[in-house]
């Protein structure tokens, strides 16, 4: 009895805890909170969640293929701004890598539009992309219980800090990616259960993006909601096609370098 009390209160404290940002715990710590959620029992903190954040960061530390944080997406300049792997970068919307996608090119098509728009306003964003090929590099490689952590993420949002639901649940999918993979072709797109991150957007710089009432979800009405989810979508699909991809034609090409070596290394013996 004891140890199923001390499950349901541990699911309570997880979901309950993520009405902040539990990013900000792991990225942030020492920023004072606005705020805290937490579970006692009998006079006692419980510690379950601060252990599970401990792993998630080390996951995003030491396993992420792709880690893409302190990014901005400007309204102004109409541009991506983001460090990857270390690495300061940027791209506009008029870039040609951008302009090139077919799925940019599909939505200018329906909105009989040229060029794409931002009424949404900026935002931060950061993610997390895993490889979760059984065959993945040492360096990558994934248990079967970091899979099962990961999968139980996907990509927040946060407005002035607090959790906009239930954006982020694993079986909610906000930006349409498991049908985009389905109508569209799958290689174009990250799969849900492999990217991790939170986006963060304001009352002051998007106005246009509202909650609905009960705080689930956007309301979507005008261009706004849809502009913000198109300039999501398209940068995750840049970052499959433009850095994912090319990890994993990297990856082929040194498994063929290693089988021809292999090769050679025999034929000099015989």
Request: overall charge neutral; hydrophobic content about 35%.
């Amino acid at each position: 009895k004891s140890t199923w009390t001390e499950y349901k209160i541990k699911r309570v404290y997880e979901d309950v805890s993520k009405l902040e940002s539990i990013f900000s715990k792991i990225f942030n710590k020492n920023i004072e909170d606005d705020f805290t959620i937490g579970i006692e029992v009998n006079n006692k903190r419980i510690s379950t969640y601060e252990n599970y954040l401990e792993k998630l960061e080390n996951l995003f530390s030491n396993s992420a293929v792709l880690k893409v944080t302190n990014g901005v997406f400007n309204k102004e300049k109409k541009e991506y701004r983001y460090i990857i792997n270390g690495k300061q970068q940027s791209i506009s919307l008029d870039d040609t890598h951008i302009m090139g996608l077919s799925f940019v090119r599909s939505i200018l098509k329906d909105k009989h539009e040229r060029t794409l728009s931002a009424t949404c306003g900026s935002f931060k964003f950061n993610f997390f992309i895993f490889d979760f090929d059984k065959n993945s590099p040492a360096k990558y490689e994934l248990r079967l219980e970091d899979k099962n952590l990961l999968k139980k993420h996907r990509i927040y949002l946060y407005r002035d800090s607090i959790r906009v639901y239930p954006y982020g649940d694993p079986d909610d999918d906000w930006l349409g990616i498991d049908i985009l993979r389905g109508t569209s072709r799958a290689g174009h797109f990250f799969s849900n259960d492999q990217v991790v991150g939170w986006i963060d957007i304001s009352k002051e710089t998007n106005p246009l993006l509202k909650d609905k009432t009960n705080r689930e979800g956007l309301i979507e009405e005008g261009n706004a909601t849809d502009d913000f989810t198109h300039l999501i979508q398209i940068f995750l699909i840049y970052l499959k096609q433009h850095y994912f991809d090319r990890y994993k034609t990297n990856l082929k090409d040194k498994k063929s370098i290693d089988v021809f070596k292999t090769n050679q290394l025999e034929m000099e013996f015989d």
